[in-house]
C-alpha cells in the first residue's frame, strides 16, 4: 500500500513540474506577446529602452513624465538597458527571443549589426516628412543613422573629440593656452614642457587599451593629416598612407621620445588623474566635462591641425525603432518625433549639458542659457562642424578597428616601430574585409 | 486453476505468471526515481545540453548569431589551424596554465600546512585565506589594476622605496601574462588551501605516532608519510586547477583586454571577441570545441597518470 502511495506521489510531483515548467514558459512569452493587444481603450503603451544614468536619466524621466501627462493615448514606459556597454548585445538577445521594446538607445557603431533586420523599423520614408527637418541633423549624424541608404535612427546623442586643459598646470609651466590656429608641433612642445617625471607629471593622456577608444582618438590623426580610413567602395584600407605614417609617427615621437603621454589601461585612470593635477591635457568629450572637479579650472578648446585641418572625430547615437505591430510604431515614432524636436532636445541639453544634435537648436532662446551654464560645451558645439568624416557602418569595422588599435597600442608602448604597425594593420584590415560580413 | 495451497513435497512448484512489462514498470522503482529526478533533468538538460549541442552544430556554420547561418562544413576548424591569432592564444593559454597551476598546488600546500595547527587566531588566517577566492574576480581585477598602475600603484611605489626600478606589469607586453598569474593566484590559493586542508586533518594521527616512535623528524615525516597521502587531493587540485586555467577569461577581460600586444589574449578571450565583437559565432564555436576536446584530453591524461600514483582513490 505505502509503495503504491509513493508510485503514485512521484508521479504526481513529475507532471506537477513538468506543468509548473510550461506555464512559467508560457505566460512569459505571452506577457510579451499580450503588449500587443495594450490598446485597451484606444491607450497605446510603448517601451523606450535606454542607458542613461545620473543627470541625463533624471531628464529623461522628466521629459517622458510631462509627455505621458498631456498624452494620454501615448503611454511611455522607460527600460533601464542596464548600461549602454551592453545595449547591443541585450537588443539582439531580445531580437532572437521575439520581445523587443519599442524605441532603443543604440551605439552609432551597433548601426551596422541592426540595420536591415526585418525586426528593425526603416523610418526613411518617415524623416523625409517636410515636418520633420531631417536635415537640420549635423551631417555626419544623419551618415551614423543610416545603413546602405536607408535610415534606421534617430540621432539621439552627438559629442566629439577636442582639446580639453589644465589651466594652472599650463599657467605654473608658463606655456601660453591652445589655440585654435595650434599645430602639432605646437601641440608636441607644449606636452613636452608640461611633463615632469620627478613629479609624475604628463602633458597628454592617451588610452591606449587597443581598443575603439584607442582607435578613435587616432582617427581624428589621420583625417588631421589629410588622409583616410578606407577607399570609396570600404573594400580595402587606405590609411597605410604618408597621413598615417605622420600620424602615427606623432604617437611615437609624444610616448617614446619625448615619453610626454600617459598610457591610460582603459580603466578611466586619467580622468582622475586629471582632477589631481597630473595631467594637462586630454582629447575627451562632453561626456567627462561633468566629472571634472570643481576645483580643477580647465578650458576647451579645438584639436590642433596637423597642417591647418583642425579634423575631430564623433560618436553620434541613435534611437532605434522597432518592429511591434502598426499601432505601436505609429505610436512610437509620433512620441520620437517630439522627444527629438528642437525644442525638446534644447531643454534636455540645457539639463544635461550634452551637445545639441539640430543645428537649429543653437537659435533656441534656450541657447545662452545653455552655454552660460557649460562655458565648456561652447567648442565643442563649434567643434560639430569640424567633424567632416565618419566611422564606417559595416559589420566588418569592428576587425578593422581591433587591428588598428592593438597596433597603434604596440607603438605607443614602444614595441613597434610606426611603419611596420602601419604594415600589420593594413595587413590585418585588408583580410578581415575581404573575408566580408 | 490456482492453487495457493503449497505444494506437497516431491511435486514441482505451480508455474507462476509473470507480470506485464508495463505492471512491473509501474511498480519498480526505476520510473519512481526517474520521476522524482525529472524536473531537475529537464532543468539541466536544457540550459546545459542544448547549448552544447547548438554549439557544435553552430561550429559548423558561418552564422552572426542572429541572421540564419549557412553551412560551410569543416570551414572553421580549417581556418583554426592558420589563424596566427589564435596561435598565439593557445600559446599563451598554455604559458599561464604552466605557470599558473604548479604555483597554486605548492603554494596551496605550503600555506595549508602552516594553518594545519591550533595556534591562536587560527580560524581568523583561514578566513583570511579564503576570503580571496569569494571576491569576485571583476572586483580583484579591479583592484590589481589599480595595485599594479606602472605609475601611480602601490606596488611599484613600494618597489622604488627597496630601490628596484618601476616595472610595466599590464603595460609591458613580457609581464602581463605574469602579472596575470600573480592575481590568479591570489584568487585561488585560499580554494586549495580549503582542500588540502581537509587531507591533511584526514591524516590518521596514528601513522605520525608510529613515524614519528621510528625517528622521523618532523620534515621528514611530512614530506615522506603526509604528503604521498594528500595524492588523492594533489590530483583533483591538478585537475580542478587546469581546467580553470585553460578557461581563463574574467580577468583578461577586466584588466588587459587581451593587451598589450595580444600577449595576454588567452583562448577564450579570443573566443568572445570573435563572437561578440566580430559577430563570427560559428567560428567562435568552432574554437569553444577545440578547447572543450583540448580539456578532455589533458583531464583524461592527468587522471590515468594520476591514478598510477595516487593511493586511496578508486
Known sequence: ?437 | MTSTSTPLAGTPAPPRTRPSFLRRLWWSDTLAGWAFISPTVLLIGLFGLVPVVWAFVLSFEHNDLISPGRWVGLDNYRKLLHDPQFANSVRNTVVYTLVFVPVCVVGALVVAAALNRRVRGITFYRVAVFVPVVTSTVATATMFGWLLDPDFGLVNAALGKVGVASQGFFRDPHEALMSIVVMTVWGWLGFGVIIYLAALQSVSADLLEAAAMDGCTRWRAFWRVEVPLLAPATLFLVIWLTINALQLFDEIFVTTKGGPVGSTTVVVYYLYVQAFQFFNGGYASAIAYVLFLAILAVTTVQLAVGRRFSYGGR
Open chain 1, 1 to 437: 500500500m505505502a509503495s503504491r502511495l509513493r508510485r503514485a506521489s512521484a508521479l504526481a510531483v513529475g507532471v506537477t513540474a513538468a506543468l509548473c515548467l510550461a506555464a512559467c514558459s508560457g505566460s512569459s512569452s505571452s506577457s510579451a506577446t499580450s503588449t500587443t493587444s495594450a490598446s485597451s481603450g484606444g491607450v497605446v503603451q510603448i517601451t523606450l529602452s535606454h542607458g542613461y544614468t545620473d543627470v541625463e536619466a533624471k531628464a529623461i524621466t522628466a521629459q517622458v513624465a510631462t509627455w505621458n501627462s498631456s498624452h494620454p493615448l501615448i503611454q511611455v514606459k522607460l527600460v533601464f538597458n542596464g548600461g549602454n556597454d551592453g545595449a547591443l548585445q541585450k537588443t539582439l538577445a531580445g531580437l532572437a527571443a521575439g520581445s523587443m521594446p519599442d524605441i532603443a538607445y543604440e551605439y552609432g557603431s551597433s548601426m551596422a549589426a541592426l540595420a536591415g533586420r526585418p525586426q528593425v523599423l526603416d523610418l526613411s520614408s518617415r524623416v523625409k516628412d517636410p515636418s520633420f527637418n531631417w536635415d537640420d541633423f549635423y551631417s555626419f549624424e544623419r551618415d551614423a543613422a543610416t545603413s546602405k541608404s536607408k535610415v534606421y535612427g534617430v540621432p539621439a546623442l552627438v559629442d566629439n573629440l577636442a582639446l580639453v586643459y589644465n589651466k594652472k598646470l599650463f599657467d605654473a609651466a608658463g606655456v601660453s593656452y591652445p589655440t585654435d590656429t595650434w599645430t602639432w608641433d605646437d601641440f608636441r612642445a607644449a606636452a613636452k614642457k608640461l611633463t615632469n617625471a620627478d613629479q609624475k607629471q604628463y602633458g597628454w593622456a592617451y588610452v591606449a587599451d587597443g581598443s575603439e577608444d584607442t582607435t578613435w582618438r587616432w582617427l581624428a590623426m589621420l583625417w588631421q593629416a589629410g588622409g583616410d580610413l578606407l577607399n570609396a567602395s570600404g573594400t580595402q584600407s587606405a590609411f597605410n598612407s604618408p597621413a598615417g605614417l605622420r600620424a602615427t609617427q606623432l604617437l611615437h615621437d609624444m610616448a617614446v621620445s619625448d615619453k610626454s603621454v600617459y598610457l591610460d589601461q582603459g580603466n578611466g585612470n586619467y580622468l582622475n588623474l586629471f582632477n589631481s593635477g597630473k595631467i594637462a591635457m586630454l582629447w575627451t568629450g562632453p561626456w567627462d566635462l561633468s566629472s571634472i572637479n570643481s576645483d580643477v579650472s580647465y578650458g576647451a578648446q579645438i584639436l590642433p591641425a596637423a597642417a591647418a585641418v583642425h579634423s575631430s572625430i564623433a560618436g553620434p547615437d541613435n534611437w532605434m525603432v522597432f518592429n511591434n505591430g502598426t499601432a505601436r510604431e505609429k505610436a512610437a515614432w509620433t512620441f520620437l518625433t517630439w522627444l527629438t524636436s528642437a525644442q525638446t532636445h534644447g531643454a534636455f541639453t540645457l539639463a544635461t549639458g550634452d551637445l545639441p544634435t539640430r543645428a537649429s537648436e543653437t537659435k533656441l532662446d534656450s541657447y545662452t542659457a545653455y552655454l552660460a551654464k557649460y562655458p565648456g560645451d561652447a567648442v565643442f558645439v563649434l567643434n560639430l562642424t569640424n567633424v567632416t568624416k565618419a566611422r564606417p557602418n559595416s559589420t566588418t569595422y569592428p576587425q578593422v578597428s581591433q587591428a588598428i588599435g592593438s597596433q597603434m597600442q604596440g607603438v605607443l608602448i614602444g614595441q613597434s616601430s610606426p611603419q611596420d604597425a602601419l604594415n600589420a594593420a593594413a595587413q590585418q584590415a585588408d583580410s578581415a574585409l575581404a573575408a566580408g560580413p
